[in-house]
């Protein structure tokens, strides 16, 4: 199984909603990571997690909290959002572990969120 | 935090010509990766480069890492209507800023 899901496929919350974006992976990777892709532009790294836990986080506002219950599950739970958080939200995979030499990533297909 | 400038922005091509996108760092990479997102899709590894000079090939798909490991190529030899997208380079994550290029975006007409 080489293939990362992600729920929903779109998601459309109010600025006052809170809601999750699930990620699964069953290949064994011991890397997972969260982007944000606006269109025509390239996907944004948001947060890594190493082994589950919490390796990377570029900066990310707080209204975005990452959790990774296990190997395998990676969650985005979002409070209080914005309009201008609307977007593609890839979850993704790796075997090798940044900054290592070797980590192909396998992405999902996204959560596309509108937020109104 | 390191820059991947990545040119040019869109290339529109007659189906059976070569197509060429190009990735430019100001600091040495450790290594180099290459995606493709079809439209509507998601980004699909391609390659991963990592030694000086390095050139690998896949089909008609050929890459290269610089000498100085500042740049990066990807070249298309005889394009079809499958390879339309947005092809991407993608510099290491380090604890610092992780940067995708800005992506070329190739239109084939047949």
């Known amino acids: 199984d080489t293939e990362v899901t992600q729920t929903p496929k779109h998601l459309v919350m109010g600025m006052t909603n809170k809601k999750s974006l699930k990620c699964e992976q069953h290949m064994g990777h011991r890397a997972m990571y969260w982007y944000k892709q606006k269109a025509k532009k390239p996907p944004e790294l948001m947060f890594v997690?190493?082994?589950?836990?919490?390796?990377i986080n570029e900066s990310v506002p707080s209204r975005f909290s990452p959790e990774c219950p296990n190997s395998s599950l990676l969650n985005l739970h979002l409070h209080a959002l914005q309009p201008e958080d609307s977007a593609l939200y890839l979850c993704a995979s790796s075997q090798g572990v940044p900054p290592k030499s070797s980590y192909e990533q396998y992405f999902g297909p996204g959560t596309r969120l509108t937020v109104t | 935090g390191q820059q991947v400038m990545q040119i040019p922005q869109y290339q529109h091509v007659q189906e059976g010509e070569d197509f060429t996108t190009y990735c430019n760092s100001s600091?040495?990479?450790?290594?180099i990766q290459w995606y493709k997102q079809r439209p509507g899709g998601h980004p699909v590894f391609l390659i991963q480069?990592?030694?000086?000079?390095e050139v690998k090939k896949q089909k008609r798909l050929t890459f290269q890492f610089g000498e100085a490991k500042k740049n990066s190529s990807l070249h298309i030899t005889a394009t079809q209507t499958t390879d339309v997208g947005t092809y991407f380079c993608a510099g290491p994550i380090n604890a610092g800023k992780s940067t995708f290029g800005d992506g070329t975006t190739l239109t084939v007409k047949p």
């Open positions: 600091t040495t990479l450790s290594n």
């Open positions: 480069l990592v030694k000086s000079g």
């Open positions: 997690y190493s082994y589950e836990k919490l390796s």
